[in-house]
């Protein structure tokens, strides 16, 4: 191809060799797809393409990879979004083989490295890590925490203040709940509460989630119409004595939408109604507090 360069006109198919250039305005790149970088071969180190297919300028480079020549984007800083590139983004699948560490790559910046999840490694592809090197997925992996193991916690107490329960039915006990989100459907929530309270005649607990009962359908009693995980019978009322109660229960929510969960208590005998003191007796000098604990489990 002939080189036609005529006073500070330069023709849009001239190829030649400038040894210095002095831009004012912009240089266009030669936009070329995939396949016709391909055809290009072996060109000079240091040739500069526009790549209609990525979407990026790139360079022809000595040492592309581990000594290997070949091409590599211009910049190199990866994909971005905001002022400043604030937030870093990747794709969510790998469809090429990749190998994370030094020697590979031929630099001590190749060997540790991230990825945001959830990522896929598509079939018939592979992701090598040398020894010495590692290779980070930041979340979103469905298998980053195994079945049974603990995925979040909360807790709450009450104040030691007196808390008064006449119910036949279960009644939410006062400033003892938790809100909990679990981040899979298939989670599990392992509900765990110690109350204290006076001792009456007969007494149920349970629990309820969102101000509905939890448990309810559990066979009704004398005492409480649905929902006991535990019944105390004294015989008598001795509203002087303490008593703690400690239940247990694993949901099963299918959601990951929030959950809130409280401790309901009832107090009652054949629709005669008791009165239940809790986090103190019935005179009113041994206070003290209850506590909940909610525990999300991967299922």
């Keep these: 191809m002939s080189t036609k360069i005529i006073g500070n006109q330069i023709d849009a198919a001239t190829r030649a060799i400038i040894e210095a250039l002095d831009v004012t305005e912009q240089i266009n790149l030669p936009a070329l797809n995939q396949s016709a970088i391909n055809a290009l071969g072996t060109p000079a180190y240091g040739t500069l393409v526009y790549n209609t297919t990525e979407d990026m300028a790139q360079i022809y480079l ?3 990879q581990a000594g290997v020549p070949g091409w590599d984007d211009v910049g190199g800083g990866g994909p971005s979004v905001g002022e400043n590139s604030i937030i870093r983004t990747n794709g969510n699948f790998i469809n090429q083989n990749i190998t994370v560490g030094v020697s ?3 630099g001590e910046e190749f060997r540790n490295g991230f990825t945001a999840g959830p990522v896929e490694i598509q079939n018939g592809y592979t992701v090598t890590i040398e020894n010495g090197a590692s290779w980070f997925l930041l979340g979103g992996e469905d298998n980053d925490v195994g079945e049974g193991q603990v995925m979040q916690l909360r807790y709450a107490q009450t104040p030691a203040t007196r808390y008064l329960i006449r ?3 279960l009644t939410a006990i006062p ?6 989100q679990p981040s899979h459907t298939n989670s599990k929530i392992l509900l765990m509460a110690m109350v204290n309270s006076n001792a009456v005649h007969v007494n149920s607990m349970g629990f309820l989630r969102n101000n509905s009962i939890l448990t309810d359908g559990l066979p009704s009693n004398t005492n409480v119409s649905s929902g006991s995980l535990c019944t105390v019978h004294e015989g008598d009322s001795t ?5 703690n109660h400690f239940l247990m229960y694993m949901d099963h929510p299918n959601t990951t939408n929030p959950l809130t969960y409280t401790v309901g208590a009832s107090s009652s ?3 005669s109604l008791y009165n239940l003191y ?3 007796r019935d005179s009113n000098d041994m206070r003290c507090i209850s506590n909940l604990i909610a525990v999300e489990i991967r299922g």
């Design 62 to 64: 000595q040492d592309a």
């Design 104 to 106: 590979a790559n031929g």
């Design 167 to 169: 119910s036949q039915n």
């Design 175 to 180: 400033n003892l709940e938790v809100t909990i």
């Design 239 to 243: 509203e002087g004595h303490m008593r």
């Design 269 to 271: 005998w054949s629709g």
């Design 278 to 280: 809790i986090n103190d």
